[in-house]
């Protein structure tokens, strides 16, 4: 478990690495190679809640901070939603469970932010956040349906709540599934509208026409997470991905005309305006990453 808070004033950017002081360091090493929880606290305005899981790939010393380290970690993967801490049985930790006196539970979590959990504590936050995609109602729109997924991956998605906890791991290195989650949490934030075009066409199943666009690809270390994806429609999906058109600081769209062909241009009348965002600016595209793709845009 790593917990974390906005604005820590640690040098964390927690799909990629962890900032702590040093007093932290044997128990994040004893934690290299296993999946970890984040775990936001309350303070300065945290959701209370469990919000994403990742694998530790090391540990190292803050060389500009003496006194502090850095866990660095992959296999990012952001919650559906938060998980509270507590469920219908309490508290998520076993540790936590054995406390009679909940306003303890603080003053045991000091000096605590890095440990170690159970794993079946581990295995059932982490199917309490991947819930929603998971869920059979939302099978067809996710493209987790036995049309769109193999064989071993139809069974996982069959199998009772208990056993998928039993298989948590199955389920994470799953590339359908992590696929699916990244495509529900963008196109739910864009309210299942192309950003560029404005068009919201969603079918009977509850599918919709815009897609999941990657701004820096996961193939090149992006994450999954929302501020670095993008609600497009297939044709603007194809353009984006293949850097022929990109995105100003504003939010408002580059176009290369001289590759794009003439009859698609009719899609970016209106390139001067910004294009249409999430209605919670938490999710808007991250500048990091929209930088990274004007980048390569700029040298094609």
Known sequence: MFDTKPRSGYDDEIPFR???????????EALIGDR????????????????????????????????????????????DAPVPFR????YREADLRTIADRTRVGAYLQGKSVRSISEPDFAAIVR?????????????????????????????????????????????????????GFRR??????????AVTGLRIVNGG??????????????SGGPDVVQNGIALSATVHWLFDR??????DEY????????????????????????HLPSNPRYWPDPTYVARHREIFSSL
């Open 252 to 275: 408002r769209i580059l176009v290369s005309h001289n590759k794009v062909p003439s009859e698609l241009r009719a899609l970016f009348e209106k390139q001067m305006e910004r294009i």
């Open 185 to 194: 949490r963008v196109c739910d934030a864009y309210d299942n509208r192309c």
């Open 36 to 79: 970890i929880v984040y775990r936001e606290t309350q303070r300065n305005g945290g959701r209370r809640a469990y919000i994403a899981t990742a694998k530790v790939l090391r540990v190292f010393d803050d060389v500009s901070k003496p006194g502090y380290a850095y866990a660095a970690v992959g296999e990012f993967r952001e919650f």
């Open 87 to 90: 469920g219908n049985a309490g």
């Open 128 to 180: 309490a956040g991947l819930s929603e995609t998971l869920s059979p109602s939302n099978a067809i729109r996710l493209e987790l349906d036995p049309a769109h997924v193999d064989e071993p991956t139809e069974a996982l998605l069959r199998l009772p709540i208990e056993e998928q906890e039993r298989r948590i791991e199955q389920i994470l290195v799953n590339r359908k599934i992590r696929e699916a």
């Open 206 to 219: 509850g599918k919709a026409e815009a897609q999941a666009a990657h701004i820096w690809p996961v193939a």
């Open 243 to 248: 850097h022929l058109i990109s995105l100003t």
């Open 18 to 28: 962890y900032h702590f002081p040093k007093p932290y360091r044997s128990d994040a």
